[in-house]
């Protein structure tokens, strides 16, 4: 499972708190925490600051590298942003996220066109918000079309089918699941990510309908995830689902995370 590392978003209080005070150590210590906690990527999110996000995103990506050598996950509908961003990235980012909506996939496709970068294909178009797996699948299809024609490599893109709450419409976490093997089947070899705590929002005790999602999911064949990795029965239950999914040779990754301890308390 490639872990992305939902921290750094701008929407959560103390990192909003932290850009506006220009504290660079408070972004650094929940990089470096995320980082060791087991994250692939370092989501990075300033969406919330209108007209500063390029200037804010740009500091993050900074900040981040600072301490830590893992990638940054640029997170923004914002092409201007994502490309700020990505000048001073050092290394290879994974770009969150390119989708179906014109204005943000005309600008962004030629930034990513013939790339090594990391890309979530996210469903979404003018239309709206995708409600069952063929509207996601006639969304993916375009997205992954246009990305291979632009020579971005299927194993570099992860599409996401949007997770949108449950207490919403009770249909939207099946539909959610059925369009993974979808697409696992559809595309081989291409990943598949997503915002899973979406699922939970507006229910209580959401961390356990959030890891057995997560399960679900795995299940069907979700490989990527933007999620806190500092969640200890999260990262626990990854490991576990993925062995059951048949995706751990002899086990060995579980045998090793409880050696670690990571099955403790
Ligand atoms: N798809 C893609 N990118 C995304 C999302 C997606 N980026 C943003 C978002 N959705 C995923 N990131 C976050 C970041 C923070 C929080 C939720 C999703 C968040 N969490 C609460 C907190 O930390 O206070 C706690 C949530 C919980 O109860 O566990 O605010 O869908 N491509």
Request: proline share 5%; net charge negative.
């Amino acid at each position: 499972m490639i872990i992305i590392g939902e921290l750094i978003n701008a929407s959560r209080k103390a990192i909003k708190a932290a850009i506006e005070a220009n504290d660079a150590e408070a972004i650094a210590k929940v990089a470096r925490e995320q980082a060791e906690a087991g994250a692939d990527y370092i989501d990075v999110n300033a969406g919330i600051f209108v007209g500063k996000e390029p200037e804010y995103l740009k500091w993050l990506v900074e900040t981040v590298q600072e301490v830590t050598d893992k990638p940054c996950a640029i997170d923004s509908p914002d092409p201007a942003a994502i490309e700020a961003a990505l000048a001073v990235h050092k290394g290879t980012p994974m770009i969150n996220s390119i989708s179906l909506e014109k204005e943000r996939y005309d600008k962004l496709m030629p930034v990513v066109a013939g790339t090594d970068m990391k890309i979530i294909a996210l469903c979404m178009s003018d239309a709206g918000m995708p409600q069952t797996v063929d509207d996601r699948m006639k969304i993916a299809d375009r997205l992954v079309g246009g990305l291979l024609k632009n020579n971005v490599k299927l194993e570099n893109i992860f599409v996401d089918p949007l997770v949108q709450p449950l207490s919403v419409d009770k249909s939207f976490g099946v539909e959610f699941i059925n369009t993974i093997e979808r697409i696992v089947a559809t595309f081989p070899g291409i990943h598949t990510a997503c915002g899973l705590s979406n699922i939970s929002y507006g229910l209580p005790a959401r961390q356990f309908m959030n890891r057995t999602f997560m399960t679900m999911a795995i299940a069907k064949g979700l490989d990527g995830a933007i999620i806190n990795p500092l969640d200890k029965r999260m990262m626990a239950t990854i490991i576990a689902a993925e062995a059951l999914a048949g995706r751990d040779n002899f086990c060995m990754n579980y045998l090793k995370a409880f050696r670690a301890g990571m099955f403790e308390g």
